[in-house]
């Protein structure tokens, strides 16, 4: 299995949990400490040190300690290789949509000019 | 938990295969029977239907019957809602980068009108 592969298994297994996605959804609006990120969430700490381990092998999430505080945020590669693949997926749905569209069109044509 | 995360949290677990991931690869280029998508795959057929039965389940793909043979598309819903959900984020990201770049050179402009 190549690299690329891979990194897709991981990165959408760590998108596939809600934590984790809200917690994505929090860094996308910036830098935040791990307390922050676990404010919202009914979890004990190991739980949350989990979630986030899984986001940082993922490559979606770096850390960085200042202190005694750990700061989360968005890797700059983040989860463009996943977006890139849903993107190639859909552009290629959507041509075969439009090339159904134009083989109907053609068809009434065809149906039309035979009356 | 709402459906809408419910939804994505499936469709992401379903992506996070490659057998998966090809063969929505394959059904993005057009419909195809069951034996078509299992062919690439070195599988009993066992593990291809409950590949499919994932896909299925996460509304990806419709599956219908003609004769003895099963054929699968892409649903029309398809990968969307994942898409969104990283477009969504992937936007915030990159604005968040631009106002970045933008107090930055903000940063810049004031060290130069100070000399």
Redesign the interface.
């Known amino acids: 299995?190549s690299n690329y592969?891979l990194d897709?298994?991981?990165?959408?297994?760590a998108?596939?949990?809600?934590t984790r996605?809200a917690m994505?959804?929090r860094l996308?609006?910036?830098a935040a400490s791990v307390s922050e990120l676990a404010a919202p969430h009914d979890m004990a700490l190991p739980s949350i040190m989990n979630h986030l381990d899984r986001l940082e092998k993922a490559g979606l999430i770096e850390t960085s300690k200042k202190g005694r505080v750990r700061f989360c945020r968005?890797s700059p590669k983040?989860?463009?290789p996943?977006?890139h693949?849903?993107?190639q997926?859909?552009q290629?749905?959507e041509s075969?949509l439009d090339q159904f569209d134009d083989y109907i069109e053609q068809l009434a044509k065809d149906k039309s000019s035979e009356t």
Not at 15 to 18: G, I, K, T, V, W
């Open positions: 299995m592969s897709l298994n991981i990165i959408f297994a998108l596939s949990d809600e996605r994505i959804a996308s609006r910036g968005l983040g989860i463009a996943a977006q693949w849903l993107a997926q859909q290629l749905w075969r």
